[in-house]
């Protein structure tokens, strides 16, 4: 049968047993669509696509019912489900790096020979855990004024806002109709009661018509999508104007601006190796660059907000704030860790970055597109 694939095929595909198939068929959760000359289940393409995501969702945990809740989301097309389930594995891979880091801690002590309290040994399962991910997020991630002024000088008069990968509500106008969309549910559940509606959505597929908001604004979240032109794209067919805070690596030797991915970190450049260039971005929307200049004593805990104040990035609280640690691996991080804490103590960070002493504001990338 043309463009249809049998039952016994599609489970050996899936890895799962006809049977299972046969109980989505009758509970109506994945139904196949045309039936074999012998009178058998057949698949079409839009059938094992549904049965990708139900078997997706099934495998991060989630019941039958609440996937059919999912799967029937007429909202929500394919992309909208696979920004959905990505999320939703970068959630679980955060908590996952968050157990390994309370493990090596605890082999660290064991190894010493300390004492491992009772508390110690069940933060890398118990509630602890799951707060410290998070919670940090809403502990130093706050807004700027100076940061915000410059993104709301640049909304104008627009009225009507959507705030794209919204995370906390950071940044969002109080004086503007604001709605917000966000695919995780960690960042949803940290927004504040009075905060703006959110929505679960993705930048690649926002669930909107064309020009329905005055403009449309994301703040340092570009990075975290699957495919950011996209984002942009969407953004600049639902509203009329749009402004995005993200990062310049155009720049020949950018990852030598700042101090800390040029003397600890060398593997942030791989983090953004394949981050649209700052021209690529600007140009899908039409956008022209603002440099947006970082104050030494910044209030959003923002991967470059300390590039005067080092000895914060030996806590382990404000790194967790910043999802670039996650991306290098632990044992990127606990070397960065361990040699910036050695040149704090010896007095090399002071003698290589003399020059910052003076500084009020740095400018370290940021770079705010207005379209």
Same mark, same amino acid.
């Given at each position: 049968?043309?463009?249809?694939?049998?039952?016994?095929?599609?489970?050996? %595909?899936?890895?799962?047993?006809?049977?299972?198939?046969?109980?989505?068929?009758?509970?109506?959760?994945?139904?196949?669509?045309?039936?074999?000359?012998?009178?058998?289940?057949?698949?079409?393409?839009?059938?094992?696509?549904?049965?990708?995501?139900?078997?997706?969702?099934?495998?991060?945990?989630?019941?039958?019912?609440?996937?059919?809740?999912? !799967?029937? +989301?007429?909202?929500?097309?394919? =992309?909208?489900?696979?920004? #959905?389930?990505?999320?939703?594995?970068?959630?679980?891979?955060?908590?996952?790096?968050?157990?390994?880091?309370?493990?090596?801690?605890?082999?660290?002590?064991?190894?010493?020979?300390?004492?491992?309290?009772?508390?110690?040994? %069940?933060?890398?399962?118990?509630?602890?855990?799951?707060?410290?991910?998070?919670?940090?997020?809403?502990?130093?991630?706050?807004?700027? /004024?100076?940061?915000?002024?410059?993104?709301?000088?640049?909304?104008?008069?627009?009225?009507?806002?959507?705030? !794209?990968?919204?995370?906390?509500?950071?940044?969002?106008?109080?004086?503007?109709?604001?709605? *917000?969309?966000?695919?995780? *549910? $960690?960042?949803?559940?940290?927004?504040?009661?009075?905060?703006?509606?959110?929505?679960?959505?993705?930048?690649?597929?926002?669930?909107? &018509? @064309?020009?329905?908001?005055? !403009?449309?604004?994301? !703040?340092?979240? $570009?990075?975290?999508?699957?495919?950011?032109?996209?984002?942009?794209?969407?953004? #600049?067919? =639902?509203?009329? #104007? =749009?402004?995005?805070?993200?990062?310049?690596?155009?720049?020949?030797?950018?990852? @030598?601006?700042?101090?800390?991915?040029?003397?600890?970190? /060398?593997?942030?450049?791989? =983090?953004?190796?394949?981050?649209?260039?700052?021209?690529?971005?600007?140009?899908?929307?039409?956008?022209?660059?603002?440099?947006?200049?970082?104050?030494? +004593?910044?209030? +959003?805990?923002?991967?470059? *907000?300390?590039? #005067?104040?080092?000895?914060?990035?030996? &806590?382990?609280?404000?790194?967790?704030?910043?999802?670039?640690?996650?991306?290098?691996?632990?044992?990127?991080?606990?070397?960065? $860790?361990?040699?910036?804490?050695?040149?704090?103590?010896?007095?090399?960070? *002071?003698?290589?970055?003399?020059?910052?002493?003076?500084?009020?504001?740095?400018?370290?990338?940021?770079?705010?597109?207005?379209?």
């Amino acid at each position: 049968m043309e463009d249809h694939w049998t039952v016994g095929h599609v489970a050996e %595909l899936a890895g799962v047993s006809v049977r299972t198939l046969h109980h989505y068929d009758e509970i109506r959760l994945v139904r196949p669509s045309a039936r074999t000359a012998g009178g058998y289940r057949a698949y079409s393409a839009g059938d094992v696509e549904r049965l990708r995501e139900v078997l997706a969702y099934r495998r991060l945990g989630f019941g039958l019912r609440e996937i059919a809740e999912l !799967v029937g +989301d007429p909202s929500a097309d394919a =992309v909208a489900h696979l920004c #959905r389930l990505r999320g939703l594995l970068l959630e679980r891979r955060d908590r996952a790096d968050a157990m390994v880091a309370a493990i090596d801690r605890e082999l660290e002590a064991r190894a010493k020979g300390l004492k491992v309290t009772p508390e110690e040994q %069940l933060e890398m399962l118990g509630a602890r855990l799951y707060d410290a991910i998070g919670s940090a997020y809403t502990a130093t991630r706050r807004t700027e /004024p100076r940061i915000a002024a410059q993104i709301w000088d640049a909304l104008g008069d627009a009225q009507t806002v959507l705030n !794209v990968g919204a995370g906390t509500g950071s940044y969002e106008p109080a004086d503007r109709d604001v709605t *917000a969309v966000e695919p995780s *549910a $960690v960042m949803r559940a940290q927004r504040p009661a009075d905060s703006a509606p959110c929505v679960a959505a993705a930048a690649e597929s926002l669930p909107y &018509e @064309d020009q329905s908001f005055d !403009v449309a604004m994301a !703040v340092s979240t $570009v990075h975290h999508w699957g495919d950011p032109i996209a984002g942009l794209r969407e953004m #600049r067919r =639902v509203a009329h #104007r =749009v402004v995005v805070l993200t990062f310049d690596t155009d720049e020949l030797g950018w990852q @030598d601006r700042f101090w800390l991915t040029r003397d600890y970190l /060398p593997e942030f450049a791989a =983090v953004l190796a394949e981050f649209p260039s700052l021209a690529g971005m600007a140009d899908a929307i039409g956008a022209r660059a603002e440099p947006v200049p970082i104050p030494w +004593d910044c209030a +959003d805990g923002l991967f470059e *907000a300390y590039w #005067r104040r080092p000895a914060a990035y030996l &806590e382990d609280q404000v790194r967790r704030a910043m999802s670039v640690w996650t991306r290098v691996g632990p044992e990127a991080e606990q070397r960065a $860790v361990r040699s910036l804490s050695d040149d704090l103590d010896s007095g090399r960070w *002071a003698e290589r970055n003399s020059d910052l002493a003076g500084l009020d504001t740095a400018d370290l990338g940021l770079r705010l597109l207005i379209a």
